[in-house]
């Protein structure tokens, strides 16, 4: 049987019919939901995306004294007025003040963008001079043999070209030669040499350096590349070890301090010599090729330097006391290690080797015993030292920790303890030559000599190590050198 339905009819309100009153809601609807979706987003957190960006590079910013990062880098930042500090280190900066509006239409969606750029503010020869010695501090650091591939190494090179290409500054031409000349002797991966090529690339594209000095700097890339190449390859390289007889005569160092002992030491006489010797023709074989190198007169200790000379060291110098450790810390002369399980005396005679001191530490031993006696006093050279192992070379690898002094040149050149000396670390100083190569304080040092740890087989007098001018090891200790 069907059933009637009444249809449903809505009523008017307040005087409107549904179709006029239906049509309001809906309207008002929309424009809430509009509101909320496009318009209140934007006014609760308007701004803009600020990419900032320098010529120099890379820079610092900082917006309103808050840390942004380094350029190219992009902020959100709200709107009003607001000041861009640009900086490199602490050695030039410059302020930009930029405006940001007020947007507020679907920011969420389509976000407004603004761009804010210095000026190249190293705008005098002086500060572009500053800014590439303080880049190639950085290629050193940067070179450490322990950073392997999975640390990503800042394209540095480049950085400098792009920087070099924007800062239009007159007679910068001969330094930044010399930035490539040295930092290309720091170049330990085939990443870094890419950076290289490319930045050399991006020079020669603007003529930045002359025709001449770009055709020496591929020339050394060339090389490089070859010696970071993976293909194998049978070549070596360097020159035989001097094996002739070199002659000695013992001598000693009067110390002027009450307590302190003569030093015992042997003199060389002027000569030439090779130092290193036949080596594969890849890195980090070369750090030992041998070359032609020439030593003037000088005096070496029989012996190393013992705790009871540190302990009289010490204790005219307070400041290297272990008792000042976080002042020696805080000031970046030694590391946590300074001195570690050791307690110098001068209570107790105790002739063993000094250890766990700095390359900082032994120079500022040397350089108290120079003021003492009145006589210059250094710690070796790598040439000076290995001319001396040269001279002992018949004598045994020291084993043990304890070595005694004898009539027949120094002791203990090889095994003990590795030996500080005065050079600093050239990755491929010998291939490419040290002439005319920046030094700089974050470059490692060299070791000599190996210690009683290591395998004799394995460590000879054209052994090259490497430590942080800072750091402190067990197996390390340092003998001194003089002249008259």
Same mark, same amino acid.
């Given at each position: 049987?069907?059933?009637?339905?009444?249809?449903?009819?809505?009523?008017?309100?307040?005087?409107?019919?549904?179709?006029?009153?239906?049509?309001?809601?809906?309207?008002?609807?929309?424009?809430?939901?509009?509101?909320?979706?496009?318009?209140?987003?934007?006014?609760?957190?308007?701004?803009?995306?600020?990419?900032?960006?320098?010529?120099?590079?890379?820079?610092?910013?900082?917006?309103?004294?808050?840390?942004?990062?380094?350029?190219?880098?992009?902020?959100?930042?709200?709107?009003?007025?607001?000041?861009?500090?640009?900086?490199?280190?602490?050695?030039?900066?410059?302020?930009?003040?930029?405006?940001?509006?007020?947007?507020?239409?679907?920011?969420?969606?389509?976000?407004?963008?603004?761009?804010?750029?210095?000026?190249?503010?190293?705008?005098?020869?002086?500060?572009?001079?500053?800014?590439?010695?303080?880049?190639?501090?950085?290629v050193v650091a940067w070179s450490e043999p322990s950073l392997d591939d999975r640390y990503h190494r800042p394209?540095?090179?480049?950085?400098?070209?792009?920087?070099?290409?924007?800062?239009?500054?007159?007679?910068?031409?001969?330094?930044?030669?010399?930035?490539?000349?040295?930092?290309?002797?720091?170049?330990?991966?085939?990443?870094?040499?890419?950076?290289?090529?490319?930045?050399?690339?991006?020079?020669?594209?603007?003529?930045?350096?002359?025709?001449?000095?770009?055709?020496?700097?591929?020339?050394?890339?060339?090389?490089?590349?070859?010696?970071?190449?993976?293909? $194998? #390859? !049978?070549?070596? *390289?360097?020159?035989?070890?001097?094996? @002739?007889?070199?002659? /000695?005569?013992?001598?000693?160092?009067? +110390?002027?301090?009450?307590?302190?002992?003569?030093?015992?030491?042997?003199?060389?006489?002027?000569?030439?010599?090779?130092?290193?010797?036949?080596?594969?023709?890849?890195?980090?074989?070369?750090?030992?090729?041998?070359?032609?190198?020439?030593?003037?007169?000088?005096?070496?200790?029989?012996?190393?330097?013992?705790?009871?000379?540190?302990?009289?060291?010490?204790?005219?110098?307070?400041?290297?006391?272990?008792?000042?450790?976080?002042?020696?810390?805080?000031?970046?002369?030694?590391?946590?290690?300074?001195?570690?399980?050791?307690?110098?005396?001068?209570?107790? $005679? #105790? !002739?063993?080797? *000094?250890?766990?001191?700095?390359?900082? @530490?032994?120079?500022? /031993?040397?350089?108290?015993?120079?003021? +003492?006696?009145?006589?210059?006093?250094?710690?070796?050279?790598?040439?000076?030292?290995?001319?001396?192992?040269?001279?002992?070379?018949?004598?045994?690898?020291?084993?043990?920790?304890?070595?005694?002094?004898?009539?027949?040149?120094?002791?203990?050149?090889?095994?003990?303890?590795?030996?500080?000396?005065?050079?600093?670390?050239?990755?491929?100083?010998?291939?490419?030559?040290?002439?005319?190569?920046?030094?700089?304080?974050?470059?490692?040092?060299?070791?000599?000599?190996?210690?009683?740890?290591?395998?004799?087989?394995?460590?000879?007098?054209?052994?090259?190590? $490497?430590?942080?001018?800072?750091?402190?090891?067990?197996?390390?200790?340092?003998?001194?050198?003089?002249?008259?």
């Amino acid at each position: 049987m069907p059933v009637n339905i009444d249809p449903v009819r809505l009523k008017p309100l307040l005087g409107m019919q549904p179709g006029v009153y239906l049509t309001i809601l809906y309207a008002v609807v929309s424009v809430v939901v509009i509101f909320l979706v496009a318009f209140l987003p934007g006014i609760l957190h308007s701004g803009k995306r600020v990419t900032f960006s320098s010529p120099v590079n890379p820079s610092v910013v900082e917006v309103d004294g808050h840390y942004i990062g380094s350029t190219p880098v992009t902020a959100f930042i709200e709107p009003g007025t607001h000041e861009a500090v640009f900086m490199y280190e602490d050695m030039a900066r410059e302020s930009v003040e930029f405006k940001v509006s007020h947007p507020v239409f679907l920011t969420w969606l389509f976000p407004r963008r603004q761009h804010v750029a210095s000026s190249s503010f190293l705008d005098t020869d002086s500060a572009f001079r500053n800014y590439l010695t303080s880049m190639y501090g950085q290629v050193v650091a940067w070179s450490e043999p322990s950073l392997d591939d999975r640390y990503h190494r800042p394209p540095l090179f480049m950085q400098v070209a792009e920087t070099a290409v924007d800062s239009d500054i007159s007679g910068i031409q001969d330094e930044l030669f010399q930035f490539y000349s040295s930092a290309f002797a720091f170049i330990t991966s085939q990443e870094m040499l890419s950076d290289a090529n490319a930045s050399l690339s991006l020079v020669n594209e603007r003529e930045i350096l002359s025709d001449s000095h770009v055709g020496r700097l591929e020339s050394t890339l060339a090389s490089v590349g070859k010696l970071l190449s993976e293909t $194998v #390859s !049978n070549e070596s *390289i360097g020159l035989p070890a001097s094996s @002739a007889d070199i002659g /000695f005569d013992r001598t000693s160092l009067t +110390v002027p301090v009450e307590g302190f002992p003569a030093i015992t030491g042997y003199s060389f006489g002027s000569a030439e010599f090779i130092k290193g010797d036949v080596v594969p023709a890849s890195y980090p074989s070369v750090n030992s090729m041998g070359i032609h190198a020439t030593v003037e007169g000088f005096s070496l200790g029989a012996l190393e330097v013992t705790e009871y000379q540190w302990a009289q060291f010490v204790t005219n110098n307070p400041y290297w006391a272990k008792s000042n450790i976080d002042a020696l810390v805080a000031d970046g002369m030694v590391d946590t290690n300074y001195l570690a399980g050791i307690y110098p005396t001068t209570a107790v $005679v #105790s !002739n063993k080797p *000094i250890r766990n001191i700095s390359w900082y @530490a032994a120079q500022a /031993f040397a350089e108290w015993l120079g003021e +003492v006696t009145g006589r210059p006093v250094f710690l070796p050279s790598e040439t000076q030292w290995e001319y001396a192992a040269a001279s002992v070379a018949d004598k045994p690898y020291l084993t043990g920790t304890i070595a005694l002094a004898d009539s027949n040149g120094p002791s203990a050149m090889l095994g003990g303890y590795w030996e500080l000396v005065a050079d600093s670390y050239i990755p491929l100083g010998r291939f490419l030559g040290t002439e005319g190569i920046w030094d700089s304080p974050l470059s490692g040092v060299i070791v000599k000599g190996g210690s009683y740890l290591n395998d004799p087989a394995k460590i000879g007098r054209t052994t090259v190590g $490497v430590l942080s001018r800072d750091e402190c090891a067990e197996t390390t200790g340092f003998r001194i050198a003089w002249t008259d």
